[in-house]
């Protein structure tokens, strides 16, 4: 199995970006996709999640309203869609699968990790 996250850049404070994880290895029907960041200094949080199957998002409270998750079943693929960035939004985020539908923002649960991919955000 293998998560290929890739998409970010340097963008400026106001900036939209879209980051995309690639899957492949198997067939993901039935796991949770979900984003974690790690800003500079501080530990990986959880951002958002969505159930492959049932397209069910689960947002972590900070990140509604600016963050939205979406998938393309055919190409595998699961995107995170970023608008109105900040500088604090600078982080090196990544794409991660878990066979359990359960505790989505809990980074133990999740089988699959990809490389991550950074972002950062000039004011």
């Known amino acids: 199995v293998q998560l290929q996250a890739s998409g970010g850049g340097l963008v400026q404070a106001g900036d939209s970006l879209t980051l995309s994880c690639a899957a492949s290895?198997?067939?993901?029907?039935?796991?949770?996709m979900g984003w974690f960041r790690q800003c500079p200094g501080k530990e990986r949080e959880f951002v958002v999640a969505?159930?492959?199957?049932?397209?069910?998002?689960y947002y972590a409270d900070s990140m509604k309203g600016r963050f939205t998750i979406s998938r393309d079943n055919a190409k595998n693929t699961v995107y995170l869609q970023m608008n109105s960035l900040k500088p604090e939004d600078t982080a090196v985020y990544y794409c991660?699968?878990?066979?359990?539908?359960?505790?989505?923002?809990?980074?133990?649960?999740?089988?699959?990790w990809g490389q991550g991919t950074e972002v950062t955000v000039s004011s």
């Open positions: 969505i159930n492959w199957s049932s397209g069910n998002r």
């Open positions: 290895g198997r067939t993901f029907s039935g796991y949770v």
């Open positions: 991660a699968a878990s066979r359990v539908a359960s505790r989505v923002a809990t980074q133990g649960m999740y089988d699959y």
